[in-house]
């Protein structure tokens, strides 16, 4: 294992529910990211945190909503999703001391949304 | 075309067999790394390979970057069954390792 875990593994979802997906990671990582992968497109950068703080959002719509309440954690907070949100939704954490730039994934929580 | 373009999409071979993944992209990059996914799973750091290298070995991975074409080749060699899987390539174009940008990856099938 990668020392990046996510919950659920899978979710199923209406789109007028709420819902969170949560990360956590064991690394000791300061550094913390969301991403999409749809079916045959790369995955897709939606958030990044560096010691907690967002340092990039690219381009995500608003009913995708992240949280970082400290640097081992992370959530997405989901709201209102369109059946083309469905995806596996990966988080991923990196060092940020020295030259550590390789990212760690965590297994992604796949989305369904009817 | 994408950054971190990956060439073929799908390669089948038996076991025993090379495999080689090409991918290209097109801005300057710090570094180029390779991860693999195993289907509906997440991503795996293969190998990294700096804009000042050549050529890179891990085990039976072999990575070359040519900065001037703006590609890279990841060849796995003696492929077994339990290398199939997705790979992808990733270019640090900026502030070392804070933002890679994917390619759509090859998917390798290797048949016992």
């Known amino acids: 294992e990668t020392g990046v875990t996510q919950t659920p593994r899978h979710l199923v979802m209406g789109m007028t529910n709420k819902k969170s997906l949560k990360c956590e990671q064991h690394?000791?990582?300061?550094?913390m990211y969301w991403y999409k992968q749809s079916a045959k497109k790369p995955l897709e950068l939606m958030f990044v945190?560096?010691?907690?703080?967002?340092?990039e959002n690219n381009s995500v719509p608003s009913r995708f909503s992240p949280e970082c309440p400290n640097s081992s954690h992370l959530f997405l907070h989901l709201h209102t999703l369109q059946p083309e949100d469905s995806a596996l939704y990966l988080c991923?954490?990196?060092?940020?001391?020295?030259?550590?730039?390789?990212?760690?994934f965590g297994p992604g929580t796949r989305l369904l949304v009817l | 075309s994408q950054q971190g373009e990956e060439d073929p999409q799908a390669l089948s071979i038996q076991e025993g067999e090379n495999a080689t993944m090409n991918c290209s992209y097109k801005?300057?990059?710090?570094?180029l790394q390779w991860y693999r996914q195993n289907s509906g799973r997440g991503l795996v750091h293969l190998i990294l390979?700096?804009?000042?290298?050549r050529e890179k070995h891990s085990g039976r991975l072999r990575v070359t970057l040519d900065t001037s074409k703006k590609s890279s080749s990841l060849l796995i060699t003696a492929s077994r069954a339990a290398d199939t899987a997705s790979y992808f390539c990733?270019?640090?174009?900026?502030?070392?390792?804070?933002?890679?940008?994917f390619g759509e990856g090859t998917q390798l099938t290797v048949n016992p």
């Open positions: 991923a954490s990196r060092g940020t001391s020295g030259a550590q730039e390789t990212q760690y």
């Open positions: 690394l000791g990582h300061n550094a």
């Open positions: 945190y560096n010691f907690k703080e967002q340092t």
């Open positions: 801005t300057s990059i710090n570094n």
């Open positions: 390979i700096r804009s000042n290298e």
């Open positions: 990733a270019t640090d174009e900026g502030a070392s390792g804070s933002r890679l940008t």
